[in-house]
């Protein structure tokens, strides 16, 4: 069977594996908030495969309901865009954050399914957090935005549990911050699976392209690789229930891909 790793700050995922149209052996990590995991990292069980031919068409997209919450409506916005370049376009940069204690939280939501990366889901924003001070402090394109993703933290890169184990070392961290790289590829499915194997939490803002095989994506660009996420689909960003929606629902695709900016 297989499992994921809940890590400090970041959403606790369970891995199913699905396959709908248009996908083909689509997987998908089913996440949940769970604040009294902060501190270790728990296993959790795995769902069983689900053959697309014997799949009914009344079955629902995604986990079991009992599995999932109510999402939100999805949201209709301009096309998302790499910022243009400029002497002030930054692509990474070094933010020093600062913790009022070694394991206070640092304000936002982590995704950490490709294993290489932190990806920023979402920044808290409601209480006075040390992301929060950090932000106050330095100019706008120095500033740790929802979409960037982390590449090292105190020195320590190339695995996202090293990292979040790093940030529960010390309450001065240097974090390494790359912005996306944003590019927008026009896809027709003309009755073809997509052809990716997917990786998603339900609390996450995102599909994560663990493969890309013969299909859909494949003969329309080279481009898409594993390890691309899809942020945007025809305009529309929310949920990954509501970007795989808005996949299935149209024969012709607009998706905007996001990768770590190097």
Not at 227 to 238: E, H, K, L, P, Y
Not at 240 to 261: G, H, K, T, V, W
Request: charged share 20%.
């Amino acid at each position: 069977a297989q499992a994921a790793v809940f890590y400090p700050e970041v959403t606790q995922f369970t891995t199913l594996v699905v396959a709908t149209p248009p996908f083909s052996s689509t997987m998908f990590c089913c996440c949940q908030n769970d604040a009294s995991s902060k501190d270790e990292a728990v296993m959790v069980k795995a769902f069983p495969v689900t053959d697309e031919h014997k799949r009914s068409k009344e079955a629902p997209l995604g986990p079991p309901a009992d599995e999932v919450k109510p999402v939100e409506a999805p949201v209709k916005t301009e096309e998302r865009k790499a910022a243009p370049d400029s002497a002030e376009a930054v692509k990474t940069f070094v933010a020093n954050v600062t913790k009022p204690t070694q394991d206070a939280a640092l304000g936002w939501h982590l995704d950490v399914l490709d294993q290489r990366h932190l990806f920023i889901c979402r920044l808290i924003t409601t209480s006075n957090t040390p992301l929060e001070k950090y932000n106050s402090t330095v100019s706008s394109n120095l500033q740790i935005r929802e979409g960037d993703y982390v590449t090292a933290v105190d020195g320590v890169s190339g695995s996202a549990e090293k990292m979040s184990e790093a940030m529960k070392k010390s309450d001065n961290l240097s974090i390494t911050v790359a912005r996306p790289h944003l590019f927008t590829k026009t896809i027709s499915k003309n009755n073809m699976a997509l052809g990716l194997d997917l990786k998603y939490g339900p609390g996450g803002s995102s599909l994560l392209l663990e493969g890309v095989r013969e299909g859909a994506i494949k003969n329309s660009t080279s481009e898409v690789k594993a390890g691309d996420r899809i942020v945007s689909v025809n305009g529309i960003t929310g949920t990954p229930y509501i970007l795989m929606q808005a996949i299935q629902d149209a024969a012709n695709l607009e998706i905007c891909f996001s990768r770590p900016s190097s």
